[in-house]
């Protein structure tokens, strides 16, 4: 499985972007998906994931309430909305797909997953 983000770009604080993840080659009806966040200097955290089945949704704190993850499964695509953007949501978002044991909304989950190349989202004040 091949995963490939888009959708990044330099924005000034309170606007919006939406993230694309689009999936190819082996993909699979099972699989959940995450987009995780890449801080300058610091740890990657999950910060929004979205199951299949159900397509259920989970946020990290810090988004809930500003950004929306969805997918659309005929196309493969994972989509990360984000609005009222804050400068310390600058960072690098990955997407990454996982399946099998184990609960979508965890990070460890995605640890043996699939991962795409990341794009870069940048936040002035």
């Known amino acids: 499985v091949q995963l490939v983000e888009s959708g990044g770009g330099l924005v000034q604080a309170g606007g919006s972007l939406r993230l694309s993840c689009a999936a190819s080659g082996r993909t699979s009806s099972s699989y959940a998906t995450g987009w995780f966040r890449q801080a300058p200097g610091k740890e990657r955290v999950l910060v929004a994931a979205?199951?299949?089945?159900?397509?259920?949704?989970a946020y990290a704190d810090s988004v809930k309430g500003r950004f929306t993850i969805s997918r659309d499964n005929a196309r493969n695509t994972v989509y990360l909305q984000m609005n009222s953007l804050k400068p310390e949501d600058t960072g690098v978002y990955y997407c990454a797909a996982a399946e099998g044991p184990g609960h979508y909304s965890g990070s460890g989950y995605y640890n043996q997953g699939y991962w795409g190349q990341g794009t870069q989202v940048t936040v002035s004040s």
């Open positions: 979205i199951s299949w089945s159900r397509g259920s949704a």
